[in-house]
């Protein structure tokens, strides 16, 4: 799975959705106290598997485990506050994996820059809400900050049992954070949210 997540930012950065050294993305099977992330500056373009951070999941907080040589001398992604949150309580419950993924879509962004409410789109365009459940957005926040974290978790509706009620939230000025039980099931989330917002924005009607 690590190498489909590098084949989905690889993806990512051919549709303009990332810049080289943007996105990350984290993974966990529910029943491992601890998870993978993307590492910090790596470019998108030529990351490898054995590039990935491996972190456990302790009470309070976090710490990198040994994992490969390679890795050894890389940080975790900044985003790893969103990730941990949310990677600590999806893990409780019976899904065999939960990928969190974080890019930054052109149309869902230029969306929200223009005001748009991204969970209000499913009332004109029903089809997204068949498989895809969109969050309210969250507001600006700082990137690679504790508000964003909080702003993700919050407007994800997670619970205490480890469950969300959407599986896509939109952070103004930034990107979107997605979930699902694999790398392209979450970026498919991204992909069709990103389909209507395109056009939206095409339609010139907002
Ligand atoms: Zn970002």
Known sequence: MLE??????VDAYKRNWITSRDG?????????????????????QTLQPDQFKKIKILEQGWEELP??????????SGE????????????????????????????IVAAMHAGIQLDKLVKDFPELGRYTKVAPNVPDVPPISEELAQGVHNNLSLDKDGYTKYDIVGIKGHGVVSIDTSPWRAYEHIERLE???????????Y
């Open 67 to 76: 994992y490969t040589d390679i890795s050894k001398n890389l940080k975790p």
């Open 80 to 107: 790893i506050p969103m990730h941990f949150g949310l990677q600590r309580m999806l893990g409780q419950h019976n899904h065999d994996v939960r990928v969190v993924v974080h890019i930054h879509p052109t149309y």
């Open 195 to 205: 389909h209507i917002c395109k056009i939206v924005l095409a339609s010139g009607n």
């Open 24 to 44: 990350n993305v984290s993974i966990r099977h529910h029943d491992r106290d601890y998870f993978y992330i993307t590492p910090s500056g790596v470019r998108k």
């Open 4 to 9: 489909t997540i590098c084949d989905i930012l």
